[in-house]
């Protein structure tokens, strides 16, 4: 059983930049995982902010938030990182992180990873 464990986020002002890291237990490494970040706002349904496939080029965004929001990962570290730069008020909400073994096809599907981070809140404020 893999476990992701989410840190950083919590809150800032519109304009501001926020970085979420996600570090997997146990033996996982995120090398041998498509990663993505997902996003739920409040009384809506969970949405896909970005993925990285194992090949390193590899990564998509959701439309609000490119040029805003990089995703990366350093294998050395074992670890997936999420930096949110100039954040809006929409970008409230709790995030997930998320790896996946599946083809690299359409990775911003919810239902093709299996294992999920705890979550954690950004709320990002007028």
């Known amino acids: 059983q893999v476990q992701l464990l989410q840190s950083g986020g919590g809150l800032a002002q519109v304009g501001e930049s926020l970085r979420l890291s996600c570090v997997p237990s146990?033996?996982?490494?995120?090398?041998?995982?498509?990663m993505a970040w997902f996003r739920q706002a409040p009384g809506r349904e969970r949405e896909f902010v970005a993925a990285?496939?194992?090949?390193?080029?590899?990564?998509v965004y959701t439309d609000s938030v490119k040029g805003r929001f990089t995703i990366s990962r350093d294998n050395a570290k074992n670890a997936l990182y999420l930096q949110m730069n100039n954040l809006l008020l929409e970008d409230t909400g709790v995030y997930f992180c998320?790896?996946?073994?599946?083809?690299?096809?359409?990775?911003?599907?919810?239902?093709?990873?299996?294992?999920w981070g705890q979550g954690t809140q950004i709320t990002v404020s007028s």
């Open positions: 990285s496939g194992t090949n390193t080029d590899s990564t």
């Open positions: 998320a790896a996946g073994v599946f083809v690299w096809e359409t990775p911003g599907e919810s239902i093709k990873y299996r294992y």
């Open positions: 146990g033996w996982a490494v995120i090398r041998d995982y498509h």
